[in-house]
Nanobody
Framework: QVQLVESGGGLVQAGGSLRLSCAAS????????MGWFRRPPGKGREFVAA????????EYADSVKGRFTISKNTAKNTVYLEMNNLRPEDTAVYYC????????????????????WGQGTQVTVSS
């Protein structure tokens, strides 16, 4: 079973930056799309950003546009989330997700579109 291993979370002051990484445990794992979701305290999990593994499609939640950047390293089977100008409302557990079956960009912005999930990494932004 392929596992997604996340790293890079932590505590940062408002206005600061963090970079999250997510790597598939199997180097031969073939993915069609990867994304990031987050679960703020006391709330449900929400979409943050996603991309297709082939091609240049990228999508962001409105709340992070202009501040977060999702990118990939296909040789390392790794996806990144660069988070700049962080705000206290970005505090959440961040999860990476991957799918081996591409069903369209619509599904890459929603939880049912993914079959593999990381364990989550905590990001805390202090004011």
């Amino acid at each position: 079973q392929v596992q997604l291993v996340e790293s890079g979370g932590g505590l940062v002051q408002a206005g600061g930056s963090l970079r999250l990484s997510c790597a598939a445990s199997e180097p031969t794992f073939s993915t069609d799309g990867m994304g990031w979701f987050r679960r703020p305290p006391g709330k449900g999990r929400e979409f943050v950003a996603a991309l297709t593994w082939i091609g240049g499609w990228v999508e962001y939640a409105d709340s992070v546009k202009g501040r977060f950047t999702i990118s990939k390293n296909t040789a390392k089977n790794t996806v990144y989330l660069e988070m700049n100008n962080l705000r206290p409302e970005d505090t959440a557990v961040y999860y990476c997700a991957a799918t081996a079956v591409y069903r369209g960009s619509y599904y890459l912005t929603r939880e049912p579109g993914y079959g593999y999930w990381g364990q989550g990494t905590q990001v805390t932004v202090s004011s």
